[in-house]
């Protein structure tokens, strides 16, 4: 007989900070990136461990959340509520750090086993169930918590599922709350919580010159500005590069493109770009771009602090047509691609906050959507297997319904570490079925392995 796969909440709550932090009860007003994403979905990313055999549950529960309350001290502005001021002809949003219950904590239980999600060809859909907040807007954040944690029992396993508001912080952010958090819990072990952490967040939010930190949007009502994108049937496929492929595809495109100045991400993002138009069988003539999720911390000068608390992202673009993309070799994409990297510096992000200013808006994700286009997102540079929670290393990652479109690819760090990497690939089945048979995909994988893996 089948298992039950739905997933059951057995309990909800809301964590407040333990501690007040300096500026905790203020205002927080968000910056032209923040405002930007309001009409986006939340963040979601999660991780699956295996249960120990004689796991306390209830204890580890209640470890979690006194943890979380301490880091909630830290990143105060999730423990609080969107807010608006309404004044005439504008619209001000701002975070006030002071309001609502807190951050939401859920106990669910599943009938999953952990092989049912990490063996599956594909990502189950459960798997959206595995989080809070399904296809919420951040815009939403006025009345749900800005970030909610699911805590989902398997049969073998543990998820723990965290949804962030992205106009609170962007990927960059998410993961150094998600670390932090691993990190007060790994010192709450057997004793009293060590409220310090090595890595402090910075809320000092940055605006341009000339602008902020008030900033109105040229808004009446929410309604003229929030959207709720529907996704298309779409298939989830995790794909394995090795430390060895790795190598090997960064090589051959600073070879084919005559440098060395080509990075393994960049090589790879050209593959996958490759890969996918192909796969949409484009006309030649179609123009067609690949979009990476820039972090720009450190494009600014001077530049922000690596753990700055914020959004500071803007998908950098490579353009060129399908016919000189699949007539040219890797190295000629990959090279597109760093040369977009390498002119995204601080001249060139002034100047689009200089225009966001002149224009301001908010982003919708069926404009991010572009169907000629694929998108990179996420980071293998985050340290995401670092969160153990007295559980050991987790098995995967997973990620929620959340921002998700045909052609939209996330990368993760691989399990084994060093310079392998994950890809979360989403496309329509069509499209999919043509991609994951493409043989420059297929030996790109294979030339660090001994045999081509699966799913991961």
Known sequence: MDRDHTVSHLSECFIKPRLRMEGSEQKCYLTP???????????????????????????????LKSSLAVTLAHFYPLAGRLDTEDDPGCYLVYVDCAKGPGARFIHATTGLRVADVMEAAYVPPVVQTLFDHDQCVNHEGHERALVSIQVTEFVDGIFIGCSMNHSIGDGTSFWHFFNTWSEIFRGSRGGEIDVSVSRPPVHDRWFPDGCGPIISLPYKDPQEFVRRHKAPELVELFLHFSAESMA????KANAEANTTKISSFQALSALLWRTITRARNFPLERAIGCRLAANLRLRLNPPLSPDYFGNSIYPVRGETTTGELLEHNLGWGAKILHEAVVGF????????????????????LGQLFDPNSIMMGSSPRFDMYGNEFGLGKAVGLRSGYANKFDGKVSAYPGYEGGSSVDLEVCLTPDNMKA????KELVDAICSGNEQQPASV
Do not use: N
Request: proline residues 5%.
């Open 345 to 364: 510096d601080d001249e060139k992000v002034r100047g689009l906050l200089k225009k966001w200013r002149e224009a301001p808006h908010v982003y919708q």
């Open 33 to 63: 990136w923040d405002l930007a994403m309001l009409s986006v979905h939340y963040i979601q990313k999660g991780l699956l461990y295996h249960k120990p055999p004689q796991l306390d549950m209830e204890a580890f529960l209640d470890q």
């Open 435 to 438: 991609f994951e048979c493409d």
């Open 248 to 251: 090997k595809l960064k090589a």
